[in-house]
């Protein structure tokens, strides 16, 4: 297996050899900058009118892998990049079930791709096993570095050193029905704003008794589903669900299980769609497009594919008293250890931070972006909605979680957390703290 | 006397002629297997190997092989959260299935064998789902089954069957047999073609001479069909014990080993110690091994068990 690693190097090196010869016909006519130290003189790249933060634009073939979810908006990014550098992007997306296996076996063979976004709840995972290159001085150097919402670089740094920047977010938001919250009398522009309200739309909307029609939905068989819609009603309310170093997992709380009871007692007053108990993830979006829920908790990027069917209502995420607060998910993304053109890989990360690709790719697509500056852009400005997505993924209580093992402690199929919510929700209801430990227990590995 | 003398060395001649011919036979042999040879050791003996040093090392899925960590893969195998409910699961599917598929493939195999009409239809419409890919017809049913969209509980409910909708993959029991029926809807076709040909392969002879004697249709199946189908069912025994022991791609795509963690099957804790979470490579293996090591043993009492009465 070891042998594979020439494989990947020799297309790179011819890569170089090419990219050297383009870089020395160009040279006369360019201004400079890039990093010249790492190449001979005579034949050195740069970047076109470029700043030494910007990285090295010389004509490199730069790979890089993302899931399938991310598809949209890689290809529009890499597209956009691809459009105006001479370093040119080659996109691999990979289905979202083999995405683990292809990196880790890519990784026992020296053979990632120069740049590969990861799911940002396995990042700590994946910065432990020492996947990715650092970049903590090169992310220092952005002039906008503090502007970068910190989210997904927190994620990403593992022992202080910073490996990831934030590719694509997706956040996790309260949606609602605006049509049906007109028939049960409440008001079509005010969402929940407590957990307890929250609780009184959704028993209002079902009382409204309509056929196929019910308060709210949850992927109640769907770890990773409840993660990015649960987790925010606690961090709103002012608490956290592990510690810090994601070794302990805190959801015995008050707080926590004052969650759960709202679950629970719309669950048993039959306010949840009955589909709920089986919901695995794969459809968990399906019925409020439909139009058959009344409010839930529900990723803001399919803002724009409710829209089509439904007249859509748009809050944060709210705790027990109030608050507001989203899941950060989504994906980061670093430069790989196996790259041998990390100053090239870099150009395409700082342009990702750029205002081109922010506001022009993001922004202009919907997509909420990484920088807090650029939140109020021409395109989010069409959409009061929209403006408040980024106003919520900048609140202090919008997070995203770290821990080494959160895979295997919540995204999982077999994943101890399934057990615990299913149990406080559809089960005994009594078995929080047992559940609680066996978290603990796996997150503490 | 003189031309009855044989000299050592004419006697040696043809000898060594013959020799070297069974030497050449001998060297084209090889040269015949050696293409075979050649796939078993690259495509099934290497990576065998492989298995074995990786359940003996400290190998993850990132971190790559540590060195050798003997036997604390195996202890942590055997004390896995899920390991000996997944060998029941296993075992209860392996049993449920195959009593089901292969009694019902029987069943269609004589029906199929016994009219004439309707056997053309009949054959394609059983085979037809054997043309569909495991992971697609799992696919189907789980459209089939879901909650959300699936046809099936609104027939049900229209034509009066049940007044509530059936919770097809909510319940651990209605998890396990809606993956069966899945699996004897995709196979029964498979193993009837099977035992089509074994009944074929018995002479019509035979039953004329057991009419003769008087015989009735029960006793004809119990004495004369099912001995002589002896070979056919053990071949299909054995495939279909096999393939169950070994599933995946339903309960993956099905039921993710949900609800609760009851239909986790042996290979899907494989799977998940490999990449979901643990991504602990060496763990994996040493399940595998294990797995490996079960089904070797598996077989040779089947084996010894179906091949008994013919010897």
Same mark, same amino acid.
Request: charged share 15%; hydrophobic share 45%.
């Given at each position: 297996?070891?042998?594979?690693r020439t494989?990947?190097?020799?297309p790179i090196a011819s890569v170089?050899?090419?990219a ?8 006369c006519?360019?201004s400079g900058?890039g990093?010249?130290t790492?190449n ?6 740069t970047?076109a009118?470029g700043?030494?933060?910007e990285g ?6 730069l790979?890089?892998w993302t899931r399938?979810p ?5 290809n529009?990014l890499?597209d956009?990049?691809?459009a105006s550098?001479q370093?040119q992007v ?5 289905p979202?079930d ?5 990196v880790g076996?890519a ?5 990632? %791709? ?6 940002i709840?396995?990042v ?10 650092d970049?903590t ?6 002039p906008?570095a503090?502007d970068?919402? %910190? ?7 593992y ?5 990831v920047?934030p ?8 949606f609602?029905?605006k ?6 009398g409440?008001?079509p522009e005010?969402?929940p704003?407590?957990l ?5 739309q959704a ?9 196929g029609?019910y308060?709210?939905y949850?992927g109640g068989?769907?770890?990773g589903?409840?993660v ?6 606690i961090w709103a ?5 592990m510690?810090a170093?994601g070794?302990e997992?805190?959801?015995n709380s ?11 007692d719309?669950w048993?007053?039959g306010?949840v769609?009955p589909?709920?108990?089986?919901e695995?993830g794969?459809t968990?979006?399906g ?6 829920i009344?409010?839930m %908790?529900y990723p803001?990027?399919?803002?724009a594919?409710?829209d089509?069917?439904?007249?859509v =209502?748009?809050g944060?995420i709210p705790?027990i008293?109030?608050?507001?607060s989203?899941?950060? =998910? ?5 430069i790989?250890?196996d790259?041998k +053109?990390t100053?090239q890989?870099?150009n395409f990360?700082?342009w990702l ?15 909420v ?8 852009n021409?395109?989010?400005?069409a959409d009061p909605? +929209?403006v408040?997505?980024?106003e919520?993924?900048a609140?202090p209580?919008s997070?995203? %979680?770290f821990?080494v093992?959160?895979?295997q =402690? ?14 406080a929700?559809f089960?005994?209801?009594?078995? +929080?703290?047992?559940d609680?430990a066996?978290?603990?227990a796996?997150?503490?590995? | 006397?003189a ?7 004419a006697a040696?001649a043809?000898r060594?002629?013959r020799?070297?011919r069974v030497?050449?036979r001998a060297a084209?042999g090889?040269?015949y297997a050696?293409?075979t040879g050649v796939?078993v050791?690259v495509f099934f003996i290497?990576?065998?190997?492989l298995?074995?040093q990786m359940?003996? @090392? ?8 540590k060195?050798?960590n003997?036997p604390?893969?195996f202890t942590?195998?055997?004390?896995a959260a899920?390991f000996w ?5 296993t075992l209860?599917y392996?049993?449920v299935?195959?009593?089901?598929l292969?009694?019902l493939?029987?069943?269609?195999a004589?029906?199929?064998q016994?009219?004439?009409?309707w056997?053309n239809l009949?054959?394609t419409?059983i085979?037809?789902?054997s043309a569909l890919?495991?992971?697609s017809a799992s696919?189907?049913f789980?459209?089939?089954? @879901?909650?959300?969209?699936g046809?099936?509980?609104p027939?049900?409910q229209?034509l009066?069957v049940?007044t509530?909708?059936i @919770? ?6 209605s998890a396990l047999w809606s ?5 004897v809807?995709?196979f029964?076709g498979?193993?009837?073609l099977?035992l089509?040909?074994?009944?074929q392969?018995i002479s019509?002879?035979?039953y004329e001479?057991a009419?003769?004697?008087g ?6 199946f119990?004495?004369?069909t099912?001995?002589?189908l002896?070979?056919s069912l053990?071949?299909c025994?054995?495939l ?10 339903q309960?993956?795509i099905l ?16 799977y998940?110690?490999?990449f ?5 490579l ?7 091994v294990i797995?490996l090591?079960?089904?070797?043993l598996i077989?040779?009492?089947q ?5 008994g009465?013919? @010897?």
């Open positions: 297996m070891r042998s594979i494989r990947g190097g020799r170089i050899a090419v050297a010869m383009v870089a020395g016909l160009a040279a006519s360019s900058g990093d010249a790492t001979p003189p005579g034949d050195t790249p970047a009118d700043e030494a933060w090295v634009d010389d004509g490199t073939t790979t890089l399938a991310m598809e949209a908006q890689a529009l890499v956009a990049y691809n550098h370093n080659q996109l691999t997306i990979v979202n083999d995405y683990v296996a292809k076996a990784a026992g063979s020296g053979d990632l %791709p120069d740049l590969f976004a990861a799911d709840v396995y700590p995972n994946w910065t432990q096993a020492g996947l990715f290159t970049i001085d090169r992310i220092a150097s952005l906008f503090a970068i919402n %910190p989210a997904h670089i927190d994620a990403g740094t022992d202080g050193v910073k490996y920047l590719f694509v977010h997706d956040l996790s938001v309260m609602w029905n049509d049906l919250y007109r028939e049960a409440l008001d005010q969402g704003t407590t307890a309200e929250f609780k009184e028993l209002a909307i079902q009382a409204l008794g309509k056929e029609v308060g709210t949850f068989n769907c770890g589903c409840n990015f819609t649960w987790f925010p009603m309310s002012g608490e956290d669900v510690n170093d070794t997992a805190l959801l008050d707080v926590a299980q004052e969650v759960f009871t709202t679950w629970r719309l048993e007053a306010a769609a589909g709920s108990r089986d695995t794969a968990w979006t019925p409020f497009q439909e139009g058959n009344g409010v %908790p803001a990027t399919l803002l594919t409710a089509q069917t439904i007249d =209502g748009l944060g705790g008293d109030g608050g507001v989203t899941f950060i =998910g989504g994906d980061g993304i670093g790989s250890k790259s +053109v100053d890989a870099w990360l700082a931070m750029s205002e081109d690709a922010q506001v022009g790719v993001l922004a202009r697509h919907g997509d972006g990484a920088r807090m500056d650029l939140t109020d021409e395109f989010s400005s909605r +929209v408040l997505v980024n919520i993924a609140d209580n997070k995203t %979680p821990s093992n959160f895979q =402690g919540f995204n999982a199929t077999d994943a101890p957390w399934l057990t615990l919510f299913r149990n929700v089960g005994s209801g009594d078995s +929080v703290e047992a609680n066996a978290i603990t796996v997150l503490g590995q | 006397m031309t009855t003398t044989i000299t050592p060395s040696a043809p060594r002629r020799v070297s030497r050449r084209l090889w040269a050696s293409p796939f050791v290497l990576p065998v190997v298995v074995g359940s003996v @090392s400290d190998w993850g899925l990132f971190a790559g092989n060195g050798i003997a604390d893969n942590a195998a055997f004390a899920h409910p997944a060998i029941v699961f209860k392996t049993v299935t195959t009593v089901i292969l009694g493939a029987l069943a269609l004589l029906l199929v016994e009219s004439n009409r056997k009949l054959r419409a085979l037809v789902p890919g495991l992971a696919l189907l789980y459209a089939l089954y @879901s909650p959300q969209s046809p099936i509980n027939w049900l229209s009066g049940v509530e909708p @919770s097809f993959l909510g319940t651990a029991t993956t069966v029926f899945l699996i809807w995709r029964a498979f193993y009837m099977l089509m040909v074994g009944l392969g019509g002879d035979v001479a009419r003769i004697d015989a009735g249709r029960w006793q004809t119990t004495r004369i099912l001995p002589l002896r070979p053990a071949l025994t054995i279909c014990i096999t393939g169950s022991l070994l599933a995946f791609d309960f993956f039921t993710k080993g949900g609800p609760d963690n009851t239909t986790i099957t042996i290979v899907q804790l494989i998940s110690a490999a979901a979470g643990r991504n602990n060496g763990l994996a293996a040493a399940l595998s797995v090591a079960a089904l070797l077989n040779l009492v084996f010894r068990g179906l091949r009465k013919d @010897s």
